[in-house]
């Protein structure tokens, strides 16, 4: 029998991988990872995401390895290369996890043009396509959405890893995954993601240390001063383990945090549905009219974003955001609302201009959450508030008493109270190192609320 391809793309886990057991199931199975840079439509990993592609891959071939199996890793064209270890091999069958954003059609195409590509679902709680209403059609808004995938829960139980991966008879050639240079060297900026572990045993950990308080997550999730939300979608992204897993783990519960938790994972499946009918979600307004909309654009403007990547805008909570970002590679849910929303609407910077960023810097970089968040709060996506809704960074600071999230990533502030924090914003209380704000609160807002009016005419 010749070895299947099983070609691996988002989905970096023995553990629930349908594609992986239906691979096994026709006989040896050639486990194969591409990086793929060149390919013209497909959109480069980010610098943060390719650390943690490395430890991933790196976890997944030991885990291989343990089962008689190892990881192939090659570079280049994904299409060239999977047809190139294919004839190497003798295979003519390709097993994969069906993915979504758009540059995998056209090598999916490719592939199937000469190889028989078999995909399989695996990586969401139901395939987007499949969550229609009573007459056949997809929903764009979250609410109707929701309530109709719910009706398709509980998902089907997850698989277990298998204990053996028959290997096939000679291993095509592998890169040595050092050699991809993938991690950060001169400087090394990721000195401050050593509380993540990458791969599936840090994805069952993260998931683990998170269940016992997963009762208090709706009360304790905007809180970024605290830590209760689970962290772990790096891990999904990179589908170390499969939503399904998760929301079985959480069982038959029915407390608010569940239940809360679970209308999260619903968003990140909603975002996969958003770009499943648009796939230029990511590029694009999701209202066209914002097509006209007046983003500032100028030297002011890019300094002011530069300002805003690097943490110095003079909001301390839009800083500590950004700051977090950067040292750690990640940022919580409620401070990237108010960083994306004062690039957005203080600093009127089209929201694409952030998304590249977040793309670049996010351990979680995912086109189809990353996109639908920043045109939800930019007001241009399909199921978005509208535009004239403006954060106040102030505000949100005090309701979700941020001040030891604003201490621990803003040095400059370390040693004010959370009062002098909100001061500090407004420049009552003076601190020589940290800069002024870019903009004043009520300036902005009249500012946005301008452009929004001339877009309406
Ligand atoms: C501007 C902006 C950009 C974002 N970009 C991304 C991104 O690139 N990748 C990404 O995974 N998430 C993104 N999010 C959503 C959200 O911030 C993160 O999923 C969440 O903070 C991850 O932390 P956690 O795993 O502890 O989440 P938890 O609160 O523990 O939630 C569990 C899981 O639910 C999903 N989830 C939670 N909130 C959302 C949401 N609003 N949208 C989609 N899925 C959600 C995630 O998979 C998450 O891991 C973005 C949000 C905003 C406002």
Known sequence: MPPAILWLRQDLRTTDHPALLAAIAEGPVIPLYILDDESPETRAIGGAQRWWLHHSLAALDASLRKRGSRLVLRRGAVAEIVESVAAEAGSTRVHATRCYEPWWRHCEEAIDARLELRLHDGNYLAPPESITNAQGARYRVFTPWYRALLERMPPALPHAAPDHIPPPRAWPASDNLADWGLTPTSPDWSSGFGEWHPGEKGAWRALRDWLPVAGDYKARRDYPSLTATSRLSPHLHFGEISPRSIWHALGERDDAGAETYRSELGWREHGINLLDQMPDYGDRNGRPTFDEFGWRSSPEADRDFTAWTRGRTGYPIVDAGMR??????????????????????????????????????????????????????????????????????????????????????????????????????????????????????????????????????
């Not at 370390?414 to 903009?439: F, N, T």
């Not at 500012?447 to 009016?453: G, Q, T, Y």
């Open 324 to 457: 977090e970002l950067w040292n750690r590679g990640w940022m919580h849910n409620r401070v990237r609302m108010v960083t994306a929303s004062f690039l957005v609407k203080h600093l009127l910077i089209d929201w694409r201009r952030g998304e590249r960023w977040f793309w670049d810097t996010l351990l979680d970089a995912d086109l189809a959450s990353n996109a639908m968040n920043w045109q939800y709060v930019a007001g241009t996506g399909v199921d978005a508030p509208v535009f004239s809704r403006i954060m106040s960074p102030l505000l949100q600071s005090e309701r979700f008493a941020m001040g030891d999230y604003v201490r621990t990533y803003v040095p400059e502030l370390a040693h004010l109270s959370d009062a002098e924090i909100v001061a500090a914003h407004g420049q009552d209380v003076r601190v020589p190192e940290y800069p002024p704000p870019l903009v004043g609160h009520e300036a902005a807002r009249a500012r946005a609320l301008a452009a929004w009016e001339a877009l309406r005419g």
